[in-house]
């Protein structure tokens, strides 16, 4: 029977990497996740959460390798954006965006306000799945903007570029088929709504709680899609 629990999964890895010399390459993506009968997102968390523990390290067109990143391998900002999973993206998000909405609480006015009301209608009228994206990834940029910090509209600027690479918009296509435009005019504009009143009754704790609860929404929604 195909292993699909993550525990089954995790505990093949740690075999598979026992079996290896230090440095070892495992097998590619593609061939291990059929061998351990489990999605290639489903891996990729696990290889996550290998790469955290300095089990494996990974290179991007290369594999992944047994053992830590060697020292004279530093990380560029390419291989992070190109070995960025959607978990860990939806991991930064939920460090970073509650605070930014807390900010622009703290911030906004009201024609900052007003400009978050009309990304919040385009998200209700977007009519596909690439409409939906740009008028979400619009609303989290603008929160970004209004939050007066360069820093952390630049931190909100490099996740959506990450966004739009190909990991994330394979799992977004697959949870955009699975939930349909409605999630997206609805409960996810519903959510962005009641950020935005947060923010306009300058509730910076009540703008973040309302962020966290959004993101773990987008972040269920992805993990049902796998």
């Known amino acids: 029977m195909p292993r699909t629990r993550p525990h089954d999964i995790r505990s093949a890895l740690d075999a598979l990497l026992e079996a290896l010399e230090p440095g070892g390459r495992l097998p590619a993506e593609r061939d291990l996740a059929r061998r351990l009968g489990c999605s290639r997102q489903t891996l990729r968390a696990c290889l996550a959460a290998l790469e955290r523990e300095g089990a494996v390290w990974r290179h991007v067109g290369?594999?992944?390798?047994?053992?830590?990143?060697?020292?004279?391998?530093?990380?560029?900002?390419?291989?992070?954006?190109?070995?960025?999973?959607?978990?860990?993206?939806?991991?930064?998000?939920?460090?970073?965006?509650?605070?930014?909405?807390?900010?622009?609480?703290?911030?906004?006015?009201?024609?900052?306000?007003?400009?978050?009301?009309?990304?919040?209608?385009?998200?209700?009228?977007?009519?596909?799945?690439?409409?939906?994206?740009?008028?979400?990834?619009?609303?989290?940029?603008?929160?970004?903007?209004?939050?007066?910090?360069?820093?952390?509209?630049?931190f909100l600027g490099y996740l959506s570029g990450i966004r739009r690479r190909s990991a994330w918009q394979r799992e977004w296509e697959r949870t955009y088929c699975r939930v349909g435009a409605r999630a997206f005019q609805t409960l996810h504009s519903d959510q962005h709504d009641g950020i935005v009143d947060a923010i306009a009754d300058h509730q910076p704790d009540l703008a973040a709680a309302r962020m966290t609860d959004h993101l773990r929404t987008v972040s269920e929604d992805l993990t049902m899609a796998d």
Do not use: K
């Open 62 to 154: 290369q594999g992944t390798f047994r053992g830590p990143r060697p020292r004279h391998l530093p990380l560029r900002d390419t291989l992070l954006i190109e070995g960025a999973t959607p978990i860990d993206v939806m991991d930064a998000r939920m460090l970073i965006e509650p605070m930014v909405a807390a900010e622009a609480a703290r911030r906004a006015d009201a024609a900052d306000v007003s400009l978050l009301r009309m990304r919040v209608l385009a998200g209700r009228r977007a009519p596909d799945r690439a409409a939906c994206e740009q008028a979400d990834d619009a609303f989290h940029r603008a929160l970004g903007q209004i939050s007066g910090n360069p820093i952390l509209a630049g």
